[in-house]
């Protein structure tokens, strides 16, 4: 097992592609897709996201991440999260979530008891409760003792996104035909 930061541009089109259909699922709408378009079109661009992997011993992933900056640039938030088929890896999204946070100042968001269960497994120990219930996790490396030295997760306006597809089509269509691409071409090793 070892985590992959795929820097390749092909192949993070597709393992994003890939993992935004994962985390959210077959109803999900546009959110999906503005994700997708989202993460490229801001955080890519600004070099505030990294897609990586959790790959097994013959190359192929198991899970994938998106792992976005703080506006400080000092930390990195756990925004999506997905295993894929892992018939020979137990757990892998913990596995990956583990590795992570040995190696980087990681921060996870829980949302419900499940999640904060999953994200203790993989080595997560310190919480701090944070807005609508939603409990926040750093990882060991995470240099912030207090919310108040939490910085801010970089992000994107998901509803401008959604909103600028239905003013632009060309604009929805170019990034529909490269999230269809990218779900087709998703590589089977790493």
Known sequence: MRVVHIKNPQQREACLARLCAEAYGQEAGLRPLATFAGTLGVLVEQEAARVLALVDDHSRPVALALLVLDELGSSMTVMLLAELDHEDVSRPAERLVAELALKAPL????RDAEQEARFREAGITRWLDGKAGVRIG??????????EDLPRALTFDEAAVIQSFKRDRQQFDDYKARFLRGLETFPATL
């Open 107 to 110: 921060r996870v968001d829980a």
């Open 138 to 147: 750093l990882g060991p490396k995470h240099p912030a003792a207090s919310l």
